[in-house]
Nanobody
Framework: QVQLVESGGGLVQAGGSLRLSCAASGPIFGALIMAWYRQAPQNQRELVTT???????NYAESVKGRFAISRDKAESTVYLQMNNLKAEDTAVYHC????????????WGQGTQVTVSS
């Protein structure tokens, strides 16, 4: 089983940038489609972006052109570079394996808080 630890969140002004990291442990990390999800207060959790083992990426419309996901297999880490941040990006961000029925995950861990001040 893959263990994941997110970091890099914080408070930033609108228009600023942050880079989130997700350190993974476990032998199968390199074979997984990884994703970043987020949940804003009083909102449903949403899928932000995914990356395949081969580096193919997908993004939610709301973050296209501003966010970039990447992965370093040697370091077993997934990154989320977030630029031109907006107040509506404020949320707790989690990284987890992407599965089609990701809404059925029953455990999400602490994640990392991103707060964007306007």
């Amino acid at each position: 089983q893959v263990q994941l630890v997110e970091s890099g969140g914080g408070l930033v002004q609108a228009g600023g940038s942050l880079r989130l990291s997700c350190a993974a442990s476990g032998p199968i990390f390199g074979a997984l489609i990884m994703a970043w999800y987020r949940q804003a207060p009083q909102n449903q959790r949403e899928l932000v972006t995914t990356i395949t083992p081969g580096g193919i990426t997908n993004y939610a419309e709301s973050v296209k052109g501003r966010f970039a996901i990447s992965r370093d297999k040697a370091e077993s880490t997934v990154y989320l570079q977030m630029n031109n941040l907006k107040a509506e990006d404020t949320a707790v961000y989690h990284c987890k394996e992407y599965i089609k029925n990701w809404g059925s995950y029953d455990s999400w861990g602490q994640g990392t808080q991103v707060t964007v001040s306007s």
